[in-house]
């Protein structure tokens, strides 16, 4: 079965400053896409980023941008210059090869400092 | 082009009675996804339907836990007798297509309150 694991329960980033969010996955389907969702205070999930197994560069989206390292198996998100609306959990997910649902991270939940 | 749109935004009942969360894909999108999310948790799959038909319910409790998308209408998750459990935040996610590398699309969710 596939796995998403993110260690971070919890994380500060100084507001403009950047920030890193881990996540690690587990599959033996050589085809997945990884996705990245906010999920701010108000509740609603938020689709931010996207990464497929197959891409050659490491997506980016405005702020966002993907590190992808296919061989450990990880996708962290970078949010740079982060304000303090970034606020919020954000959750690594995992589109399955059956069924084709997401998986999901527990979470981490980002606070920015002013 | 709407999103997902699911009512009510917030549900009250009182143990023993029945809930029913209503979900409207995006316009165009045929693959809907039901998860549960509790307090301070991640999303836990439930249950994932096309029209008329369920696919895989893997994740939907055996009891008291049901699910349609029928022809017309939108798709519907109902909790028969409710206990204090069942409160969390249940949210409906749409796709255009089973191709692993779209995104699934959530409404705002219903956060179901037992009482």
């Known amino acids: 079965a596939q796995k998403i694991t993110q260690t971070q329960p919890g994380m500060f980033v100084q507001e403009k400053e950047a920030v890193t969010l881990d996540c690690t996955y587990d599959t033996s389907d050589p085809s997945y896409g990884l996705f990245w969702y906010k999920q701010p205070s108000s509740g609603e999930m938020i689709f931010l980023i996207y990464q497929g197994s197959y891409d050659q560069q490491n997506a980016t989206e405005g702020r966002y941008s993907l590190n992808f390292q296919k061989a450990r198996k990880s996708a962290n998100l970078v949010i740079s210059a982060s304000q303090l609306g970034d606020s919020a959990m954000y959750f690594c997910a995992m589109r399955e090869k059956y069924g084709n649902k997401l998986v999901f991270g527990a979470g981490t939940i980002l606070r920015v400092k002013s | 082009n709407a999103g997902v749109m699911q009512n009510p935004r917030h549900l009250v009942r009182r143990r023993g009675q029945e809930a029913r969360l209503r979900c409207s894909p995006m316009k165009g999108h045929s693959h809907v996804y039901w998860y549960r999310q509790l307090p301070e948790e991640g999303l836990k799959f439930m249950v994932y339907?096309?029209?008329?038909?369920?696919?895989?319910e893997s994740g939907m409790p055996k009891e008291r836990f049901s699910a349609e998308f029928p022809k017309e209408g939108p798709s519907i998750l109902r909790i028969q007798q409710v206990v204090r459990g069942d409160s969390a935040a249940y949210f409906c996610a749409s796709s255009p297509s089973l191709d692993r590398n779209s995104p699934l699309h959530f409404g705002n969710g219903t956060r179901l309150t037992v009482t």
């Open positions: 339907l096309q029209k008329e038909n369920i696919i895989d």
